[in-house]
């Protein structure tokens, strides 16, 4: 690994917005954060598919993977980020490296796929990702791409997060050192607006943040731009512009929204779009703080009118399944900001959390959940589920539906229990007002389907095939009854 | 006879290939009470993993060594061994497969060796089958390292036995589907044989729902048939692919091989009731004799639809044999054809060219074809050609039923054909008045020299009535 990439680590880590880690000794603070992986029992992406799932929102660039064809050949086009504008983001660009690139370096590869792009596709930007093998050769993308950028007159932007660097969390970090480093404060803006914000770590996964910008659209708010959800690169590389950050998905791009912050003198906040009571907290924050950094006053106002019409609008379309849905246990394996958005969520629709996993949450997510669920909050959290686990709990009725990510899905459904899909694979947007009534609305979909019913039912005879009991009604008798009728003829006498 | 050409690309735009590693694990899925392993970073295993869930639509087990930057640069022995006896642990398989991938390749871990080392270490482990095959990302694709891997299951688990004549191993290319797998069972067991099938996807990835969770595999080649495939008295293997493993069986038992370059196509599910029916001494059954006439039918009534088709077509080297041939047959026209590596299949492909690329080479030279096909990332390229998609091979994850989808034998060769007929025939074109104008040259001589002659005038007395 180059000294630059391990600087950067430790840089990422030393994150003064987070209170764990300011509550280390130096020491604790050089190892990092990130708990060591067990090999053979560990899950989850790493460095280089958390920095591209954090950029690749980013839509009108080229995304380049500078390694062998199972970083990008394997994973292109798996996720539902929306995008208003171009499509480039979704066409998958690698060097695909061969041995002999392995060999001799894969830096010439690198250099003439970057000019085969600008020619073919003349993208803003192109951002080139290292991954493991071309980290461990020593291939030097920050020099292609500097050199790239002198050539080609285009900001050639370096990612420098190889998969070996750490999970997936740690990813979305060096993603967002590298908009920091090249891409944020590098244009100026048209004009601005006393209303300008940004909005970090949102991916606007199924178009979920069309679900909530009409909101701030009518409240006058500009949203400068988002990172990186229906993202334009000169829009990002403008953000520093804006008066105010807010910041989802809890800690996966912290380092961008302290650093603007020190650089630009921009405040941050924590919110989410999840969640009636969330949605409009975040809206309060968002009028406040654009109030504090010299917007008008009115903006408050005009503000809690707007929540008043809202949350009265989405209450009266929740009401409708509260009853159904009353008493309805629920089993939630996420991680991070959803392990409590999502809970509030579903008190809301009347349901009970009988688990919510906390293992990717940080201790600021669990207070949250305390906060959430009161009483006998600890006993809910569940630390690491093992899938057996998870599936006996379903299988014994314990829950009556999971809400998880598409790879335990089966956990759910080989138990014969209803599933819904929370995580990037999802294809329904749950943001703001209207995404929560969605959201109850799914589960409502998924626990009422009477396939619940018909996979149920236990075949009518034993392990070894044996039929238990004869038939109970003569089906021969009445479907000859039934057509017989049909034709108007008498039905015959038929041996049963 | 097509002729190989290379993309001359430095890079790689909608890469059509999967990495071997990719490949190695589906092969080892196909082995029952069995974890593959891949040793590399975790985002190997994640990728590969989701991948195989969307096109299955099953649980996948599939874990990791978990490399990080230290253990990449010193060797990750300490990785495997604590791997190993993690798995053994928490899942308790017979068989932990182990695929290396581009990362520990280009270190230059001694996988092979660290097994003797952590035999030797680790006595617990005595009651697990460990095999290892080779797989480095930046080598070949999905398709040589299912072959690699299926070789290395032969190599490290077969041991020769006595022979029994009414047993045969069928080795299935990496382009079967469990429903496919079935098929051929189903054939071979009709002719009184009995197929040990390595590896067996329809075991494990066929969509059952077992009576209770298993972090293992869920079915597929028991240790028990690996082993005794060292008693068949032939060997099939379906796709140029399996002959590196059928050569390996042959070597190790001595067992007489045949490769089957396809089952999708008449003349080479002939070949195969042939064969199978001079292995067992039996006449072909009259259910694939009627099948056989079924087929036919459905060529006749199918090849409307398919004649003078041209189509662009995308695949791994055996499923482009497969079903190019076919289509050719059928009367299509291999106008475009793109696959991923070297195999000895491109050589008999109907089609000029064979280019080794990507989609996007699929979609430039689809510019002038009437239809698609390819595996599901080939829908954004026909989404802006506009043109349909006939959706084949690894990964289908934007359609359900992947596993049940049967193109091999007479039975499946006609199901083929009917979705290709069917695609073509959503297209028919519907004409319109205005669609064949006259060329202005025909105009002029049409009319040149007519009289020119003033309108009729209506007789009074309809133009009252009309009034």
């Known amino acids: 690994m180059s000294v630059l990439l391990k600087a950067k680590i430790a840089e990422v880590f030393e994150e003064p917005g987070c209170d764990i880690n300011q509550g280390k000794s130096e020491k604790e603070r050089k190892k990092g954060c990130t708990k060591q992986l067990n090999p053979g029992a560990a899950a989850g992406g790493c460095a280089f598919d958390g920095a591209k799932i954090a950029l690749q929102p980013i839509a009108d660039v080229a995304h380049l993977v500078h390694g062998p064809i199972a970083c990008e050949g394997n994973s292109w086009d798996n996720r539902h980020s929306a995008s208003s504008h171009s499509q480039i983001y979704r066409t998958g660009f690698t060097t695909d490296i061969n041995e002999l690139d392995v060999i001799y370096g894969g830096e010439k590869r690198l250099f003439k796929s970057i000019r085969e792009i600008l020619e073919k596709y003349d993208p803003p930007a192109v951002f080139v990702y290292q991954t493991c093998v071309t980290a461990l050769v020593g291939d030097d993308i920050e020099a292609v791409c500097q050199r790239a950028t002198e050539k080609f007159g285009k900001p ?139 917007a008008p006053a009115d903006l408050l106002d005009r503000t809690e009118r707007l929540i008043e019409v809202e949350e009265a609008r989405a209450w009266k379309r929740i009401a409708h399944y509260k009853q159904r849905l009353a008493g309805k246990r629920v089993l939630l394996i996420t991680g991070g900001v959803k392990s409590w958005s999502v809970v509030a969520a579903l008190q809301e629709g009347g349901m009970e959390i009988v688990g919510t996993s906390v293992k990717k949450s940080t201790r600021e997510d669990k207070e949250k959940i305390k906060e959430i669920m009161g009483e006998g909050a600890d006993a809910h959290m569940i630390d690491d589920m093992t899938p057996r686990e998870m599936y006996a709990m379903l299988r014994d009725a314990r829950a009556d539906i999971m809400l998880s990510g598409g790879r335990s899905q089966f956990v759910a459904l080989k138990a014969r229990m209803p599933w819904l899909d929370i995580n990037q694979e999802r294809h329904h947007p749950y943001g703001g007002y209207e995404g929560m009534v969605e959201l109850v609305a799914e589960i409502d979909r998924a626990i009422f389907n009477p396939v619940w019913q018909q996979v149920r039912i236990p075949a009518p005879w034993g392990e070894d095939g044996e039929t238990l009991e004869a038939p109970s009604s003569p089906v021969h008798a009445q479907l000859a009854g039934v057509a017989a009728k049909a034709m108007e003829l008498e039905p015959e006498e038929v041996p049963v | 006879m097509a002729n190989v050409v290379e993309s001359k690309k430095s890079c790689s735009v909608n890469p059509l290939k999967m990495s071997q590693p990719l490949g190695a694990s589906l092969a080892f899925l196909g082995l029952d009470a069995c974890m593959p392993v891949m040793h590399g970073s975790q985002g190997c295993t994640s990728f590969g993993l989701v991948l195989l ?134 054939i071979i067991e009709a002719f009184g044989l009995t197929a040990i099938v390595l590896p067996d996807i ?127 047959e059928m009367g299509a026209e291999l106008r475009c054809c793109v696959s991923t590596t070297k195999s000895a299949s491109h050589a008999l492909l109907p089609a000029e060219t064979v280019i080794l690329g990507d989609l996007e080479d699929l979609e430039r030279g689809a510019a002038e074809c009437d239809v698609l096909i390819t595996h599901s990332h080939g829908r954004q390229a026909a989404d802006r050609l506009g043109k349909p998609l006939l959706r084949i091979g690894f990964p289908v994850f934007d359609r359900i039923g992947n596993a049940h989808r049967c193109q091999v034998g007479y039975r499946g060769t006609m199901a083929l054909i009917f979705e290709m007929a069917n695609t073509m025939m959503e297209r028919i074109a519907h004409h319109h008045a205005t669609d064949w104008p006259l060329t202005p040259e025909a105009m002029r001589a049409a009319t040149h020299g007519a009289a020119v002659r003033a309108p009729e005038s209506i007789p009074p007395s309809l133009a009252e009535a009309s009034a």
Request: aromatic share 6%; glycine share 10%; hydrophobic share 40%.
């Open chain 1, 156 to 294: 050639i932007i370096p990612v420098n997060a190889p998969g070996f660097a750490g999970p997936k969390n740690l990813g979305n970090k060096l993603g967002a050192e590298a908009l920091l480093d090249y891409v944020i404060g590098t244009r100026e803006p048209e004009f601005t607006t006393p209303y300008d914000i940004n909005i970090i770590g949102e991916y606007n996964l199924v178009g979920e943040l069309w679900q909530v910008k009409p909101l701030l659209d009518a409240l006058g708010i500009r949203i400068l731009s988002c990172i990186s959800g229906d993202g334009r690169y000169n829009e990002v590389a403008t953000a520093h512009r804006a008066k105010v950050n807010m910041m989802v998905c809890s800690k996966s791009m912290i380092n961008i929204a302290t650093k603007m912050e020190q650089r630009w003198g921009i405040p941050y906040f924590e919110g989410s779009f999840y969640g009636i009571g969330d949605m409009s907290d975040t809206l309060r924050q968002i009028a406040k703080l654009l109030v504090q950094t010299g």
């Open chain 2, 202 to 328: 329809s075991g494990s990835l066929d969509g059952h729902i077992p009576p209770d969770w298993r972090g293992t595999t869920l079915g597929g080649t028991t240790l028990e048939q690996i082993r005794a495939a060292g008693a068949s008295a032939f060997t099939m293997g379906v796709g140029e692919q399996t002959r590196e493993a059928a050569l390996a069986l042959q070597e190790i038992a001595g067992t007489p091989l045949e490769i089957f370059e396809r089952l999708t196509g008449l003349e080479c599910n002939d070949h195969l009731l042939q064969r199978l029916a001079h292995i067992s001494g039996r006449p072909v059954p009259p259910k694939y004799r009627r099948q056989r006439s079924q087929l036919l039918d459905a060529m006749l009534d199918g090849h409307f639809y398919t004649g003078g088709t041209k189509v662009a077509i995308a695949a791994e080297p055996d499923l482009l044999l497969a079903v190019g041939s076919l289509l050719h």
């Open chain 2, 53 to 186: 869930v969307r096109h299955f639509k099953e649980a996948i087990p599939l874990q990791t060594t978990a490399m990080n930057e230290v253990t990449s640069i010193l060797g990750g022995y300490d990785n495997i061994e604590a791997a190993l006896l993690n798995i053994r642990k928490r899942a308790a398989p017979k068989i932990i497969a182990i695929c290396s991938t581009g990362l520990t390749e280009t270190k230059g871990d001694d996988v092979d060796g660290y097994i003797v080392t952590v035999r030797k270490r680790k006595p617990e482990l005595a009651d697990t089958e460990i095999v290892y095959v080779s797989t480095p990302d930046y080598m070949g694709g999905f398709e040589d390292g299912y072959a690699h891997a299926v070789t290395a299951i032969v190599r490290t688990l077969v041991k020769p036995l006595p022979l029994k004549a009414d047993q045969v191993t069928l080795l299935p290319g990496s382009h079967l589907s469990p429903a496919d797998i079935d098929e051929l069972r189903e």
